[in-house]
Nanobody, 123 residues
């Protein structure tokens, strides 16, 4: 059982940066790959980034490559999403998830989810 809590969202102007954090409970954090997804109003939850259990492999959605960086600190049971050069199209609720599927990019592969944190980018 894993409980995930996101933080770090907020309001930022286009071109700005934010760093999201996802704190996990439990002793099994390092056994899961971790991902970030986002959902805009009226739209489906979309893949953003994923990181392997040890942090050695990452993958990103094409829309955020070169701008976002996912990382994790297993000693602190935390995963991060550094977001740079934000655009209005990045506005969404951002969720972190834990998956036992290797490098999962589909939402149905994630067993646990946080409650989300709002990111709003103004033009």
């Amino acid at each position: 059982q894993v409980v995930l809590v996101e933080s770090g969202g907020g309001l930022v102007q286009a071109g700005g940066s934010l760093r999201l954090s996802c704190a996990a409970s439990g002793r099994t954090f390092s056994a899961y790959g971790m991902g970030w997804f986002r959902q805009a109003p009226g739209k489906e939850r979309d893949f953003v980034a994923v990181i392997s259990r040890g942090g050695g492999t990452t993958d990103y959605a094409d829309s955020v490559k070169g701008r976002f960086t996912i990382s994790r600190d297993n000693a602190k049971n935390t995963v991060f999403l550094q977001m740079n050069n934000l655009e209005p199209e990045d506005t969404a609720v951002y969720y972190c998830g834990a998956s036992s599927v290797l490098m999962a990019t589909r939402g149905y592969s994630y067993r646990y989810w946080g409650q989300g944190t709002q990111v709003t980018v103004s033009s």
